[in-house]
């Protein structure tokens, strides 16, 4: 027996190495729908859908409840998740092309080691950078029938554009070298405007009666100029392209604004419910590949929309629904399955964030903070309560007035600076924004404080009103 001790003990020695060695970096599949409301996912509290594959993040994962975007449009969004850094650094304002050869999230994990890919809506005007595998639409796309440049090549592909970057996806995780993690990138389509379902959704909502938001009937009473200017209205805004179908002829006022409002949200909630199901096909691959237990899944939306929330589609303005991003994030060993987190984060947290959880340094140029303590469950003393934001894509499609504002725990304080407006919303005692506070001298010291606060960050994140008089052109 004596003589069998040292084999023995040279078989357990790999063992040993290996429980020493360094955890491998998690993997990253980052899912981003387009102008997907929290307010219409269910694990968000929905009362219009349900979404029981996207749930499946909250519940073995986080839901986090006070996610916000810091520019509420498509390009301006992507850009500053690419970069950690706000729309007057990164270069994009507005529709405008992103100069692809500034660093970004993907070009550091691609440095670390990782297997890069992109696949779906990219929106950025010139070609992906910092990716070994890209696919994407051309501009916006369409639902059906879409074409897609794969690494520059054009291809067209039969189906419907979210099954189509699902299956591109898998293809993606299929092909991958084995021997390295992997970030990818999973950007659909869906559900931005105009709203196309697929056969197999199209009629899912066909003889549902969608419940009407609280503030349909929002008047704009208190409001500055801006809200009565926005041409985003569901009374007089919707095209036919939106609403596929003419309206009876018998129907004005009241009734036709609840028929628009019905037809949209049937579509646009169809959309979301392919989603869904393509998001579980996602999910249920890493579970049979065995890469679900280091594997980091988000899913969330490039802003908020407005689901006929005071009259509107759409997003741009800093109010609630189109500042408010979903994020849902599964992370086993690090994340508490079911635990939400109402600490504040913003898009520009993504890139430093996701960058440390793959055990890299933060760039000291990135504006965004690491949430790594959030997802852990923790809330630094020092962890920010409030938000700066930035708009300024006007006049062009919405008529959306220019405008910045900080958000706090408790109150909002935009300006509309262009049009010298205020407002002032205390969310506490009325989270629907009705009541515009600006004027009212019992506020007058909130107002003051809430101003130290916008300049405060607006100097300390060096925004110098470069784009105010003029922003580039929109060239995506």
């Not at 009705?434 to 809430?450: C, G, I, R, S």
């Amino acid at each position: 027996m004596r003589s069998l001790l040292p084999i023995a003990l040279l078989a357990l020695a790999p063992l040993a190495a290996r429980a020493d060695a360094p955890k491998r970096p998690p993997n990253i599949v980052y899912i981003m729908a387009d102008d997907h409301a929290a307010h219409a996912i269910s694990a968000y509290g929905s009362k219009i859908n349900k979404t029981p594959n996207i749930d499946r993040l909250a519940k073995d994962g986080m839901r986090f409840a006070n996610c916000f975007v810091t520019n509420s449009i498509c390009t301006p969004s992507r850009a500053a998740i690419l970069t950690g850094k706000y729309a007057h650094v990164n270069g994009v304002p507005v529709f405008n092309r992103f100069d692809g050869s500034q660093p970004t999230l993907a070009k550091y994990l691609q440095t670390a080691g990782y297997h890069t890919g992109m696949i779906g809506k990219w929106h950025l005007g010139s070609d992906p950078t910092g990716f070994d595998v890209w696919n994407i639409l051309p501009g916006q796309g369409v639902y059906h029938n879409p074409q897609f440049i794969d690494m520059g090549t054009k291809k067209k592909y039969d189906g419907y554009c979210t099954d189509i970057i699902t299956d591109l996806s898998l293809d993606f995780l299929k092909k991958r070298p084995k021997d390295k993690p992997f970030f990818l990138m999973c950007h659909h389509k869906a559900p931005h405007r105009p709203w196309d379902p697929d056969e197999k959704h199209a009629k899912q909502f066909e003889n549902v009666k969608v419940p009407e938001p609280a503030t349909f009937d929002d008047d704009y009473a208190t409001r500055s100029d801006a809200a009565r200017e926005a041409t985003m209205r569901i009374d007089r805004d919707l095209t036919l392209r939106d609403l596929k179908i003419k309206p009876p002829e018998d129907l004005a006022g009241a009734m036709l604004k609840r028929w628009n409002y019905q037809r949209y949200m049937r579509d646009y909630l169809a959309c979301v419910a392919s989603i869904d199901d393509n998001i579980g096909r996602l999910l249920d691959s890493l579970d049979k590949e065995g890469l679900a237990e280091n594997t980091i899944v988000i899913y969330t939306s490039d802003q908020g929309f407005f689901l006929g929330d005071h009259n509107w589609y759409d997003k741009r303005f800093m109010y609630e629904e189109s500042l408010r991003m979903p994020f849902l994030i599964r992370w086993p060993g690090t994340v508490k399955p079911g635990s939400v987190q109402d600490g504040m984060i913003l898009n520009v947290d993504f890139a430093p964030t996701l960058l440390a959880a793959a055990g890299r340094d933060v760039p000291a140029d990135m504006q965004g903070k690491n949430f790594l303590p959030l997802l852990r469950g923790e809330k630094p003393k020092d962890w920010r309560t409030s938000m700066y934001y930035r708009y300024y894509h006007y006049p062009q499609h919405h008529k959306v007035q220019p405008h910045y504002g900080v958000r706090t725990d408790r109150y909002k304080l935009i300006y509309f600076n262009k049009i010298n407006q205020w407002e002032l919303f205390d969310l506490q005692k009325d989270p629907r924004e009705l009541k515009n506070l600006y004027a009212d001298p019992m506020h007058a010291d909130t107002v003051k404080q809430l101003k130290e606060e916008l300049f405060r960050l607006k100097k300390e994140l060096k925004d110098d009103d470069r784009f105010e008089k003029e922003t580039p052109k929109d060239d995506v």
